[in-house]
């Protein structure tokens, strides 16, 4: 298990287990606990008298499911999308439990190594001009998972667009290419949840008796911000759905020139089977039989019949 605990005079200390740390509760801001496993659970419930049974219902539908109140805590819950070291993206569930102006976060991996550098060290500057013990540290998690969907969104836009990019400059559409807009859809999908989710969250955190005006009002105007991003997440679906249009006109415009060009050549071919056809008659009277020109006039023929159509077409510019 890795430990993260940040003081009131913003010392932030790392650790590996309970045992190496030395504080009182009243000092602390904020822990987080990272790749813990069932037994640091339950010392942790006992360390910090935490209920932490919201952990053990992150897979259920139910918002109410997400949110738990009682008398001495807060808790939440709430999915947070992110790109993996192979590029792809998935889901970790994030635990916050808030105790006495305290905020205790469980997180199963650390997928702050996957932030870009600009956002870490955003979420820094913010952190270093916040006020303690005035404002509660849940305010600077609240702001920094806002700013992390609005940046996460914001590389599934511009992903996007490449894609709309090359597809507009490529004449040629790859099955490796669909996949890609599949993905892209469904990245944008899964973002889309969690900032709905995040979003019901929030409103539920809003009506809590044990939250001041002061921090009801900052949730508020995180509530506003999270709907320009749901508005950018639906502007991401439209891009997608334009690009699937444009797809569906180039194979249609494939599929025509391809129809175009068998029904030349059938065309073409038509003729010659025609003319090969009639001097293939097993009848015992055919003029040109006996002729002496009468192979090379066939020959002729044939050739002419299909080179005619061929020279006509081409004249219209069907090819």
């Given at each position: 298990?890795?430990?993260?605990?940040i003081?009131?005079?913003?010392?932030?200390?790392r650790?590996?287990?309970?045992?190496e740390?030395?504080?009182?509760?009243?000092?602390i801001?904020?822990i987080?606990?990272?790749n813990?496993?069932?037994?640091?659970?339950?010392e942790?419930?006992k360390?910090?008298d935490?209920?932490t049974s919201i952990?053990?219902?992150?897979?259920?539908i139910?918002?109410?499911?997400h949110?738990?109140?009682n008398?001495k805590?807060?808790a939440?819950?709430?999915s947070?999308?992110?790109f993996n070291?192979?590029?792809?993206i998935?889901?970790?569930l994030?635990?916050n439990?808030?105790?006495d102006?305290?905020?205790?976060s469980?997180?199963a991996v650390?997928?702050?190594a996957?932030?870009?550098e600009?956002?870490?060290?955003?979420?820094?500057?913010k952190?270093?001009?916040?006020?303690?013990?005035?404002?509660?540290?849940?305010?600077?998690?609240?702001?920094?998972?806002?700013?992390?969907?609005?940046?996460?969104t914001e590389?599934v836009s511009?992903?996007?667009?490449?894609?709309?990019?090359?597809v507009l400059?490529?004449?040629?559409l790859s099955?490796?290419?669909?996949?890609?807009?599949?993905?892209?859809s469904?990245?944008?999908?899964?973002?889309?949840?969690?900032?709905?989710?995040?979003?019901?969250?929030?409103?539920?955190l809003?009506k809590s008796?044990k939250?001041?005006?002061?921090?009801k009002?900052a949730l508020y105007?995180?509530?506003?911000?999270?709907?320009?991003i749901n508005?950018?997440?639906?502007?991401?679906f439209?891009?997608?759905d334009?690009?699937?249009?444009?797809?569906?006109?180039?194979i249609?415009?494939e599929?025509?020139?391809?129809?175009?060009?068998?029904?030349?050549?059938?065309?073409?071919?038509?003729?010659?089977t025609l003319?090969a056809?009639?001097y293939?008659?097993?009848?015992?009277?055919i003029?040109?039989?006996?002729?002496?020109?009468?192979?090379?006039f066939?020959?002729?023929?044939?050739i002419?019949s299909f080179?005619?159509?061929?020279?006509?077409?081409?004249r219209?510019?069907w090819?």
């Amino acid at each position: 298990m890795d430990i993260e605990l940040i003081y009131r005079d913003k010392t932030v200390v790392r650790a590996k287990s309970l045992d190496e740390l030395t504080f009182t509760p009243d000092d602390i801001v904020h822990i987080q606990f990272i790749n813990y496993t069932q037994s640091d659970i339950r010392e942790i419930e006992k360390r910090f008298d935490l209920n932490t049974s919201i952990l053990h219902s992150g897979d259920d539908i139910e918002i109410s499911s997400h949110y738990l109140e009682n008398e001495k805590q807060i808790a939440i819950n709430f999915s947070v999308p992110y790109f993996n070291a192979d590029g792809r993206i998935t889901e970790e569930l994030v635990y916050n439990i808030l105790k006495d102006n305290a905020v205790f976060s469980f997180i199963a991996v650390d997928f702050e190594a996957f932030i870009p550098e600009k956002q870490r060290q955003s979420y820094m500057e913010k952190f270093n001009n916040f006020r303690f013990p005035t404002d509660s540290y849940l305010l600077i998690v609240v702001g920094f998972f806002s700013d992390y969907f609005a940046d996460l969104t914001e590389v599934v836009s511009k992903k996007i667009k490449v894609q709309y990019s090359e597809v507009l400059k490529g004449n040629k559409l790859s099955e490796e290419g669909l996949d890609k807009i599949t993905i892209f859809s469904f990245n944008n999908l899964i973002v889309k949840e969690s900032v709905n989710e995040y979003r019901r969250v929030l409103h539920l955190l809003r009506k809590s008796s044990k939250l001041s005006s002061d921090t009801k009002e900052a949730l508020y105007s995180e509530l506003n911000d999270l709907v320009v991003i749901n508005e950018y997440i639906q502007n991401n679906f439209e891009r997608i759905d334009d690009l699937k249009e444009n797809i569906s006109s180039k194979i249609e415009l494939e599929q025509n020139r391809i129809f175009k060009i068998l029904t030349i050549v059938t065309m073409c071919i038509a003729l010659p089977t025609l003319v090969a056809g009639i001097y293939g008659m097993n009848f015992k009277y055919i003029p040109e039989l006996e002729w002496k020109w009468g192979y090379f006039f066939a020959l002729i023929l044939i050739i002419l019949s299909f080179s005619l159509p061929l020279i006509w077409f081409k004249r219209k510019k069907w090819l």
